[in-house]
């Protein structure tokens, strides 16, 4: 159980096209979805919180008119990079918290970025 | 927002047991302690959580003191393919999830 889903798995897109990444949680109800990068040899950076039916709160320094974010239904978030550039390039990682009781979060197995 | 605190890296060989310990001195009443696993390429995956005391699950156990400002990831008898970065993660629903530097564990033969 507590599986996530994300598509694509990599992608390989133009300077100034945008890019689609789904988020699903298979199994479950996620009421709270997270947005990562991670850039080689990092750690993951938190881009932004998304909760289902509400606009998503973003980390300071994240451009929200760059990277949008959608969380339409309980097993559902997208990310765009809209006008992507190559200092986009990154590993994006979503996550899901179950509706209620446990704590942990469930990670997807990421998206690879680049733009060339 | 509770910080977290972890050694960089650390080395250890096939068989033995391994202890990472994290610190988070500004933990919250409300925070429970989570540890992820992540190899390259790779969404980080749940290892275990707690909140007080000892947790144990089928791969490992968390130790955690009385005023809860730092934890302990103990995975026993470690093989290669545990090989990955331990991340130590403080927080409760509400609160932002971010993570740390995490521990580069490098299991030798």
């Known amino acids: 159980g507590a599986v996530v889903s994300q598509h694509p798995s990599w992608v390989i897109c133009k300077s100034g096209t945008s890019v689609k990444i789904e988020c699903r949680s298979l199994d479950f109800q996620a009421t709270t979805m997270f947005w990562y990068r991670q850039f080689p040899k990092q750690s993951l950076m938190l881009m932004a919180t998304?909760?289902?039916?509400?606009?998503?709160?973003?980390e300071q320094g994240v451009e929200k008119d760059k990277f949008l974010i959608n969380h339409a239904s309980l097993t559902l978030s997208t990310l765009t990079v809209t006008s992507a550039h190559p200092e986009d390039s990154s590993f994006y990682i979503c996550?899901?918290?179950?509706?209620?009781?446990?704590?942990?979060?469930?990670f997807g197995p990421g998206t690879r970025l680049t733009v060339t | 927002l509770a910080k977290t605190t972890q050694p960089i890296s650390m080395d250890s060989y096939e068989g033995q047991e391994v202890n990472i310990t994290c610190s988070h001195n500004n933990i919250a009443t409300n925070d429970y302690i989570t540890w992820y696993q992540q190899f390259p390429s790779q969404g980080p995956r749940f290892i275990i959580q707690?909140?007080?005391t000892k947790v144990t699950n089928e791969v490992a156990s968390l130790f955690i003191p009385a005023d809860r400002k730092s934890s302990t990831l103990s995975l026993p008898r470690v093989s290669l393919s545990d090989t990955a970065v331990y991340y130590c993660?403080?927080?409760?629903?509400?609160?932002?999830?971010?993570f740390g530097a995490g521990t580069r564990l490098t299991v030798k033969p």
């Open positions: 996550s899901a918290v179950p509706g209620r009781g446990l704590h942990e979060q469930y």
């Open positions: 998304s909760n289902e039916g509400s606009k998503a709160t973003y």
């Open positions: 993660l403080v927080g409760g629903r509400n609160n932002d999830m971010r």
């Open positions: 707690g909140y007080k």
